[in-house]
């Protein structure tokens, strides 16, 4: 007479909560896998962390009642931040002779679209009121935008 | 996975997990932004694309 659910049915302690770092982990493992054989960013801690690194951050503040320029500050500089180590970390594997030439061209291009993006978001945030939560949604929309771009690149860097 | 991905992968926690975990956790603290800190942004948008693959490195 165990009113309790057994053990296999009851729900996994790692997903109790719904908290977004499984989350991240789960949808990061799943596009890895989807991107086919391993490759030199592949399994590499960098591409991984960084996305969960800005998605992390952004979750946590867009929770938190903190001023608008200060939450676009935040989630700005995670994706400014994950997307410059993203990219050191390639450079540093292409003069290894592990990144590609084409590879390479891609991440550039899409780096020299998301710069320019990314520098007016920052002048954006730096002038934005305390009330202006709005605006704040629709900067950092557009930089994490621009950013997973180059973040899918640095990842799918890996599958060649 | 081979000796070679390993150690690569640790290579690069060992040149970036600092960095990362240092950012992360000004990030975290909930500090307002002071004008070094955007000043700090403002300097990693100056790198173009091309500079993290030149030799002299970003």
Excluded at chain 1, 69 to 83: E, G, K, L, P, R
Excluded at chain 1, 97 to 109: D, I, P, R, W
Excluded at chain 2, 30 to 49: R, S, V, Y
Aim: a positive charge; hydrophobic letters at 40%; proline letters at 7%.
């Amino acid at each position: 007479m165990n009113a309790l659910p057994s053990r296999a049915s009851r729900p996994s302690p790692v997903r109790r909560g719904g908290g977004p770092p499984p989350a991240v982990g789960d949808g990061a493992r799943d596009f890895l896998h989807a991107t086919g054989g391993p490759g030199p960013l592949q399994h590499s801690g960098p591409a991984s962390l960084t996305i969960a690194f800005a998605l992390c951050a952004a979750l946590f503040l867009s929770s938190c009642g903190v001023p608008a320029s200060q939450y676009c500050y935040v989630a700005s500089s995670a994706t400014i931040n994950a997307v410059d180590v993203g990219m050191s970390a390639a450079g540093d594997l292409y003069k290894q002779g592990k990144v590609n030439e084409s590879a390479k061209v891609k991440l550039v291009s899409a780096h020299d679209v998301y710069r320019p993006i990314a520098k007016s978001v920052v002048d954006g945030c730096r002038v934005l009121g305390a009330s202006e939560q709005g605006k704040a949604d629709e900067a950092i929309a557009r930089i994490q935008a621009a950013g997973a771009h180059v973040i899918e690149l640095l990842v799918a860097t890996g599958a060649k | 996975m081979d000796p070679a991905t390993v150690s690569m992968i640790l290579g690069l926690l060992l040149r970036y997990g600092p960095e990362v975990y240092k950012t992360a956790r000004k990030l975290l603290s909930g500090a307002p932004p002071t004008e070094a800190d955007w000043a700090g942004l403002d300097k990693i948008l100056e790198k173009t694309g091309e500079s993290y693959f030149t030799k002299a490195g970003a």
